[in-house]
T-cell receptor, first 116, second 116 residues
């Protein structure tokens, strides 16, 4: 079974600074997808960014980018120019690419605090 | 993306009773999933709701406790049966929009359940 580990229960960053959230995963599959979701206090799960394992290029979405190291099974999220609205729980998630009806496996989450 | 709604948004129930949670999507979707998020925890997949057939449950979850229906491509229900305080959680519906099962999952707003 796949596992996802987020080793930082909480991170704090000054507004406008850059912060990196860590995620590692364990799998024996070669085809899979990785995601970062954000959950603000409203509890709505919001997709931040997605990475396909077969792509070597790191995904980027505006201020959000990932550092995907497939051999090391690492998938970190970098948030540049942090804003107060970025404060939330961030969950790293894994999904098998085998074509079956697989749900997501989530890490325990990192609580991101933005200091004004 | 699709608009996903859940009813009720929150409820307080007595132990031993059952609650049915509805998930409605404004367009036809490929896959529908149900997740549980216990207080202060990450999300755990309960089951995949299959249209026209029985749901596929993850290890640790059984149909007698969490019966699921999916009568069409836009609607699903999850029932939490014979509730106990340990069932107090946020229950989230998730869908994939694309033609393949590996497309990104989007989440509903969740149902916050408290069992007394």
């Amino acid at each position: 079974a796949q596992t996802v580990t987020q080793s930082q229960p909480e991170m704090s960053v000054q507004e406008a600074e850059t912060v990196t959230l860590s995620c590692t995963y364990d799998t024996s599959e070669s085809d899979y997808y990785l995601f970062w979701y954000k959950q603000p206090p409203s509890r709505q799960m919001i997709l931040v960014i997605r990475q396909e394992a077969y792509k070597q290029q790191n995904a980027t979405e505006n201020r959000f980018s990932v550092n995907f190291q497939k051999a090391a099974k690492s998938f970190s999220l970098k948030i540049s120019d942090s804003q107060l609205g970025d404060a939330a729980m961030y969950f790293c998630a894994y999904r098998s690419g085998g074509g079956g009806a697989d749900g997501l496996t989530f890490g325990k989450g990192t609580h991101l605090i933005i200091q004004p | 993306s699709a608009v996903i709604s859940q009813k009720p948004s929150r409820d307080i129930c007595q132990r031993g009773t059952s609650l049915t949670i509805q998930c409605q999507v404004d367009s036809q979707v490929t896959m529908m999933f149900w997740y549980r998020q216990q207080p202060g925890q990450s999300l755990t997949l309960i089951a995949t709701a299959n249209q026209g057939s029985e749901a596929t449950y993850e290890s640790g979850f059984v149909i007698d406790k969490f019966p699921i229906s999916r009568p069409n491509l836009t609607f699903s229900t999850l029932t939490v049966s014979n509730m106990s305080p340990e069932d107090s959680s946020i229950y989230l519906c998730s869908v994939t929009l694309g033609a393949t099962s590996t497309d990104t999952q989007y989440f509903g707003p969740g149902t916050r359940l408290t069992v007394l």
